[in-house]
């Protein structure tokens, strides 16, 4: 499906995120209304072990409430005010479930699950996930990236027909996570850091048949920038100015 889709393929980071609050139902309806074909979202695991879709290790930056994701159950949770902190407007929203989301968007959008338990990264997350996927028939429909290579092997074994990316670190620290998962999963796909791409790592990338999808990418000079060097795909919070951007490239 990937391949399917317009290219470079236009994600909307945690939903449209510039104009709703990022990871919200309503900021995927509104990349949903705005005709983008690809969402990117963070999954992690409460407590009581259901996938909710939250970016943050606590919910303190994003919600009314306090601590970390996967010391709160589901009901906690579920009572926090997850659209006040972006405005007014948005007072009530909820933090979704993952199954939610699947619902509402499943085989209408392309979906970018990041697996984002980075302080936990042996939970039983890859396995709830993939069993979301298999009971909605999203095989062909996700994408799955992760900074830790360990929940990609997890996820490749539990889905090896679902593309996963890694996230790629700047530095020398993205270095070394991409060799270490080399060793492990050839990935098809790697998802740079804005600051770390250039015309030659695109066309070094390629020559290894891997796409790229550069993260987060929201400056009109920035998207005409890699859309024209070649980039496969970019992650935005603005996904109207990427299409619009895109059209005209
Ligand atoms: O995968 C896209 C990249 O932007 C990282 O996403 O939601 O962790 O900022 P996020």
Redesign the pocket.
Known sequence: MLEKLPQPVIFA??GASAFAPENTLAAFRLAAEQGVEAI?L?AKLTADGEVVVI?DMTVDRTTNGRGEVRHLRLDEIRRLDAGSFFSAEFRGEKVPLLREVFEEFGRRLFI?V?L?NYNAPLDPLPIKVAQLVREYRLEDWVLF?SFNPWNLIRIHRLLPECPVAL?ALEGRAGWLARSNFMRWVSPRII?PFLADVTPESITQEHRRKRRVHV??VNRAEDLEALFRWGADGV?TDDPALAMQIRSRV
């Open positions: 980071h945690r990117e963070d970016h970018n990041e984002t990236s996230l998802h993260w987060t992650f």
